[in-house]
């Protein structure tokens, strides 16, 4: 038997040596987990930081639109309550989310709510007429329709960038009691003028209901003539004239008049 060359051995021991260590460092960067996680690093944080001013951009609203929806306002027949659509800081859509309901308030509703969404619109603000035989849903729906467009601000009163003189103010002045009932005047004032007034309360009930209806309008058309509470009273309903002119003087405090 022929013996192995001890030269041989070792020649053949460090080759298999040197093909070991280069077939370790050939497959070394392909399962190298460090080195795969740092490829793949790079393309992951450029695609976050692409997608949040995307993300920024679909949540952006143009100023001066959106949705606000008032206080609810109590009523003898239940709460009123207004929601309003705005875009471009101007009333595209009014509605009434609550209003009395059941006997005739229904018939009511159903006459009223409609008129008061459209002058709503129309109007820009919370100055407009109440509707007939509707008073109380009509003074609910105002003052539901003031507190939506004070949430909204003044951008949205409707008359936003046009020019011209400031914008008309409404104020009301304290409840001035009278033996037959309570009066309340409300005002509209611009440029330091009374525009409009109105009673939202006047004495009502058998008697004085006539009373109310024959002296509350001359009582209006007065004070915007005059400008001041120092008007005359309306004969056969003198408790009404002072009362209301009470009301109007207090009304006019508050404006500065």
Known sequence: MRKSHPVRRVVLATAATVSGVVLLLSLKPASDPAAASAAGAAPQATA????SPQ??????APAGSGTVT?????????AVQVRLTVSGGKITKAEAVQAPKGGLSDQKTQLAVPRLNQEAVAAGTADIDAVSGATYTSEGYKKSLQSA???IGPASSGTAGTAGPAQARTVTGKAAQTPY??????ITVADGKITKAEAVQAPKGGLSDQKTQLA??????EAVAAGTADIDAVSGATYTSTGYRQSLQSALDQAGG
Request: proline share 6%; aromatic share 2%.
């Open 48 to 51: 976050a930081g692409q997608e």
């Open 55 to 60: 993300g920024g951009a679909r949540g952006a």
């Open 70 to 78: 008032g206080d609810a306002v109590r009523t003898q027949y239940g």
């Open 149 to 151: 467009l004070d949430k």
């Open 181 to 186: 009932g309570p009066v309340q005047v409300r």
């Open 216 to 221: 509350v309008p001359r009582l209006n058309q």
